[in-house]
């Protein structure tokens, strides 16, 4: 591949990230002519249209949605071995990008980030909290926090926590006025706390463990939120029974408020992994980031 044809397909991922050419242009510094005169070259030389405009952007052709996957991991590889390269001889320094969920922020790294921060003057995060599930090669992080079962392929997953549960709580008020469930068909005479995805606009469903085996559950509910801290306000408040992640309750100043409901049906979620493309890991911007993180969690 010669140079020009390189810098073309490096333009054509920077308008498919970003959603049109202006944007482009600024993310890599340079005049939409020249973004636009990069796209004619490139589709020029495969032969097809890589991108069909819209009246607000530009939306990938099926071509430009194979190109875009089948040189995504390629670049992004090429780029950090060069890094790692450049870099044997200095200190850590440069932007680390991570994506991760707001709990995985909470539990793993804001304990971790004034004293990594301090640790490593010459490096910037730049933190992106997010509780959907984020491709880290497509999107151009460095490193994401995620479950194990929701990672894609082509990346490298370093366990940060053990496989823990999902908790049911209520206060002591609620359980005063309208007693405590023994068993998953008691539910539905109780008010559930739901949790709303901002991702897709999703109700997240109660899962329940009945016997090893899975078990849905309606409920009816006077608050939903997307936000960890509003439910376990609800709960607090009354408001209903409420799902906090064990590890997360144990960062409740007051958890002993919290009464545990139903424990035996309590679902467990996968083991947390820290994940980056294969060759991130090489660069030592990213490296400082990823030893840090699994020694803080004692992995």
């Known amino acids: 591949m010669n140079n020009a044809l390189y810098n073309q397909i490096r333009i054509f991922q920077s308008i498919a990230r970003e959603g049109n050419i202006s944007a482009a242009a600024r993310k890599l510094e340079i005049t939409p002519p020249s973004v636009s005169n990069a796209l004619k070259l490139l589709e020029d030389h495969i032969g097809h249209p890589l991108f069909v405009r819209t009246t607000r952007r530009i939306e990938l052709t099926e071509t430009g949605q194979l190109l875009l996957e089948q040189t995504a991991a390629a670049v992004e590889s090429l780029e950090h071995s060069l890094e790692s390269i450049r870099d044997q001889n200095q200190e850590p320094s440069g932007i680390v990008r991570i994506t991760l969920s707001r709990f995985a ?22 933190i992106s909290v997010y509780d959907g599930t984020v491709n880290v090669i497509e999107e151009r992080f ?68 009945d016997r090893g085996e899975q078990l849905t559950v309606e409920m009816p509910g006077q608050l939903i939120s997307n936000d960890i801290d509003v439910m376990a306000d609800g709960i607090r408040n009354g408001l209903g029974i409420g799902r906090l992640f064990e590890p997360i309750l ?20 996968p083991p947390v992994y820290l994940y980056y493309p294969k060759n991130a890991g090489k660069t030592k911007r990213v490296k400082a980031l990823i030893d840090f993180l699994i020694s803080a969690t004692g992995r």
């Open 105 to 126: 922020y909470l539990l793993i790294l804001k304990p971790a980030m004034a004293k990594f921060c301090q640790q490593y003057p010459g490096i910037q995060l730049e």
């Open 142 to 209: 460095d490193l994401g926090i995620r479950f194990g079962d929701i990672l894609e392929g082509g990346v490298v997953a370093r366990p940060l926590m053990k496989p823990f549960r999902e908790g049911l709580y209520a206060s002591s008020a609620y359980i005063s006025e309208h007693g405590m469930p023994e068993v998953p068909a008691d539910l539905s005479q109780h008010k559930l706390i739901g949790y709303r995805f901002i991702t897709n606009n999703r109700i997240l469903p109660l899962i329940l463990n």
């Open 250 to 269: 144990q960062l409740q100043p007051d958890r002993e408020r919290f009464i545990p409901v139903m424990e035996s049906h309590w679902k467990t979620y």
